[in-house]
């Protein structure tokens, strides 16, 4: 059982940064993909990044290319997502999600079914 816990939302205001923090209890995200979503009032939950934590592979939409970033730290077992030009659009519940895999490309995990394990979320709001 992997527990994830999300902190690092907020208010900030359109062009601003915020970093995102999705820490695991109980054990380590080694062998496991991590992947964060949101999901808007009225909107389905949408895919914004992956990492596999052994090789530090990451994946992205079009959506956030070039803006977001997803990055790992082993010390800490912990993984982030830096979210800088923020635009109105992008304010939503930020969601943590993970599942153990050894192999796949990232692109596999771009659904909600691909994960096992979620957090509870966290509110980001971008004002404009």
């Known amino acids: 059982q992997v527990q994830l816990v999300e902190s690092g939302g907020g208010l900030v205001q359109a062009g601003g940064s915020l970093r995102l923090s999705c820490a695991a209890s109980?054990?380590?995200?080694?062998?496991?993909?991590v992947g964060w979503f949101r999901q808007a009032p009225g909107k389905e939950r949408e895919f914004v990044a992956a990492?596999?934590?052994?090789?530090?592979?990451?994946y992205y939409p079009d959506s956030v290319k070039g803006r977001f970033t997803i990055s790992r730290d082993i010390a800490k077992n912990t993984v982030y997502l830096q979210m800088n030009s923020l635009k109105p659009e992008d304010t939503a519940v930020y969601y943590c999600?993970?599942?153990?895999?050894?192999?796949?490309?990232?692109?596999?995990?771009?659904?909600?079914?691909?994960?096992?394990?979620w957090g509870q979320g966290t509110q980001v709001t971008v004002s404009s």
């Open positions: 999600a993970a599942q153990a895999s050894e192999y796949g490309g990232l692109n596999l995990f771009t659904a909600r079914s691909a994960y096992d394990y």
């Open positions: 109980r054990r380590t995200f080694s062998s496991y993909v």
């Open positions: 990492i596999r934590w052994n090789s530090d592979s990451t």
